[in-house]
């Protein structure tokens, strides 16, 4: 992985997690404004997401960006909105870094 693949990756991270954000704010208030800068926000991340696809491979760019945000967005929904995880969602999402590192382990050939 290159370090360009990881800094568009905490591009596209921090652009998905903005995202989310606005979109939770929006439930609660039901403000359009806060709707329209989450569906900006969701095409930008989108299209940075092209620019990691061509860096790292549909694969592994999706996945890496998939388990990043699952376990971001979980803090976020922690920290700011008070939501709390069962024990069975928060063994899924110790899955999903144990799958992320796995994925993230270097490897000899690309096929």
């Known amino acids: 992985m290159t370090p360009a693949f990881l800094l568009w990756l905490c591009g596209a991270m921090a652009t998905f997690l903005a995202a989310a954000t606005a979109s939770r704010a929006y439930i609660a208030s039901s403000n359009m404004a806060l709707l329209l800068l989450s569906l900006a926000l969701y095409c930008v991340g989108n299209l940075m997401m092209l620019k990691l696809m061509r860096e790292g491979g549909l694969g592994l760019a999706i996945s890496v960006s998939a388990i990043a945000q699952l376990l971001l967005i979980n ?35 690309k096929s």
């Open 75 to 109: 803090v976020i929904a922690f920290a700011i909105f008070g939501e709390r995880l069962t024990a069975a969602q928060l063994a899924g999402v110790g899955l999903g870094v144990v799958a992320m590192v796995l994925m993230l382990f270097p490897v000899g050939a």
